[in-house]
């Protein structure tokens, strides 16, 4: 091997390490500055550390290797090659590092729409749920809550205080005092992000802004539509609140 | 803590978002196919492996085909474990078959589909069956191809047997830095084009055909293809289709999205020969297209 081969090999390896560390330092920024939750379900954070972690391990001998001039095993790929590896992967790190993401919002519904997503109770409880009292075990504080609730209690949770934070969304075929409140839930990533959406009516919408979040607080109801009960919220209180810390629930829902 | 940074507009936040976060979830499984790569290559000799296998043409496709029990990679590290068996001296119908099950015949998808379904062990058990079925008969209509149209390409070639090659950990880790290299880029540009297609491509309107017994089947495989979510979470995302679409039509998009992937689809180009590549895509297609209008049919009786 000449010289010259081996300083562009030794190069290329600290590129190599600097990349692996860039993704170190993506993770750990991520999470602190609270980011992750917008990428990543919360359920998969130790496994994303132990990535960063293990990421900065390779960077770190990677370049520690340029240096004692290791020669790599296998790697066979075109100078050209290579280039076009390095710049590609520069692009979700610069993202990561530079974006401040907002959760996935109304336009991640490809199109659907959202009245096509209310959720609504079974149409024939089950006798458990027939013969199970419908007061919940804690206030239902928020709309995983909520959704704890409805599975718990159906149709028998209605006339229940509830609050629930979520994107207003407005959409055809919904009156003018209503509109749906959306929440994405998520297994692993936002790539699988599924939309929920309960419908809200409201004595007053002209304040609510559309596409944002907003809590709603009122009571738990039921309205007969084209033969489906929707489960409603009759809200009294309609405010704007800022994204959540985490803005999407679990693969539970 | 707050950090200055680049807020970017509605769409544009989404591609964004999803784009990267479809980078980080691949990350720690790209990771596990590199290293079990690394491992294998140290520490199984070609020798050892090739006498391992079955006779049988049939025997090595049937156990390449359920080996994700053994080494349960999802699709993200399948493709880097396949190669280095390849070079190993597996046979590249085996490695085909095993790229083919591995993602979804092994413990970790099965209990999570059977979790996504609420314990319905008859979706998870259809769910094994279909694609392990599709990975046989790929895996066996791949050895009847002529051996220099059915083999890893030579771009999609990793060291083989060098027993001169340094061991250890440090060497572990140079093998799997190189691996991750030579993978990431085809991990990436599909990530891109899957955050692409699932934020400007609409499908609004295929809540429509979920009902038909071959149509619905037929709108949700291209789906699960654009969608090229991981397999230990698609079932989540199955799960939600469930009100609106037929059996079949969830199974086949369980099945087909862990075999014929946009985010792992330049991977697999870059593997395998072409004539195998289109037979992977061609025959997993109408298999299971087949095999989901079949159980549609069948449920309606």
């Not at chain 1, 409805?150 to 919904?174: H, S």
């Not at chain 1, 209180?237 to 810390?245: D, F, K």
């Amino acid at each position: 091997m000449t010289a010259s081969v081996e300083r562009r090999g030794s190069r290329a390896r600290v590129l190599r390490g600097g990349i692996l560390l860039g993704f170190a330092a993506l993770v750990a920024k991520l999470f602190a500055a609270g980011q992750m939750s917008r990428y990543m379900a919360p359920a998969l954070d130790p496994l994303t550390a132990l990535t960063g972690v293990a990421l900065g391990v390779m960077g770190a001998m990677e370049i520690a290797g340029s240096r004692r001039r290791e020669r790599g095993h296998g790697h066979s790929s075109e100078p050209f090659e290579q280039l076009l590896t390095y710049v590609l992967v520069l692009l979700p790190l610069g993202l990561g590092l530079v974006l401040i993401p907002r959760a996935l919002g109304p336009g991640a519904l490809g199109g659907e729409s959202v009245a096509r997503l209310l959720l609504a109770y079974a149409p024939d409880p089950t006798p458990s749920q027939r013969a199970r009292p419908p007061a919940p075990s804690r206030p239902v504080a928020d709309t995983a809550d909520l959704l704890r609730l409805l599975r718990e209690a159906g149709m028998a949770g209605a006339g229940q205080r509830v609050r629930a934070t979520g994107l207003a969304v407005r959409a055809g075929g919904l009156g003018a005092d209503e509109f749906a409140l959306l929440r994405y839930a998520i297994a692993h990533c936002v790539a699988d992000a599924r939309p929920l959406a309960l419908l809200v009516s409201a004595p007053d919408t002209r304040e609510v802004t559309w596409d944002r979040w907003v809590e709603v607080e009122g009571v738990l109801a039921v309205s007969e539509r084209d033969g489906t009960s929707l489960v409603t919220i009759a809200a009294d209180r309609v405010r704007p609140v800022p994204e959540p810390a985490e803005p999407y629930l679990g693969s539970a829902f | 803590m707050t950090l200055p940074g680049l807020e970017l507009p509605g769409r544009l936040n989404e591609f964004a978002v999803v784009f990267v976060s479809i980078v980080l979830q691949s990350l720690p499984f790209v990771l596990i196919g590199v290293f079990a790569s690394g491992l294998v290559q140290q520490f199984l000799s070609a020798e050892t492996l090739v006498r391992w296998l079955p006779r049988s043409r049939l025997g090595v496709v049937v156990l390449a085909s359920t080996f994700g029990f053994a080494a349960p990679v999802c699709d993200c590290g399948v493709i880097p474990l396949a190669r280095r068996f390849g070079a190993k001296g597996v046979p590249a119908y085996a490695a085909t078959a095993f790229i083919v099950g591995a993602p979804v015949v092994n413990p970790v998808v099965l209990l999570s589909t059977a979790f996504a379904f609420q314990g319905s062990w008859a979706i998870t058990g259809l769910r094994m069956g279909m694609t392990l079925s599709v990975a046989i008969a790929v895996g066996l209509a791949a050895s009847a191809l002529p051996a220099g149209r059915a083999g890893l390409v030579a771009g999609g070639e990793v060291g083989g047997e060098d027993l001169s090659a340094p061991r250890g950990l440090r060497a572990l880790v140079s093998t799997a830095t190189d691996e991750f290299f030579d993978v990431i880029f085809f991990v990436i540009l599909g990530a891109l084009f899957t955050a692409a297609a699932q934020t400007f491509v609409p499908r609004g309107d295929l809540a429509a055909l979920g009902a038909h017994p071959a149509l619905s089947v037929l709108a949700l495989m291209p789906v699960a293809t654009l969608l090229s979510i991981c397999s230990e979470a698609d079932a989540f995302v199955a799960r939600a289709f469930a009100a609106t679409f037929s059996t079949g039509a969830i199974l086949a998009f369980m099945a087909i999205g862990q075999i014929v992937d946009l985010r792992n689809g330049f991977l697999l180009f870059r593997t395998l020969r072409p004539r195998l590549t289109a037979l992977v895509v061609l025959l997993s297609y109408a298999l299971v297209f087949a095999e989901g209008w079949l159980i549609n049919t069948a449920m309606a009786r």
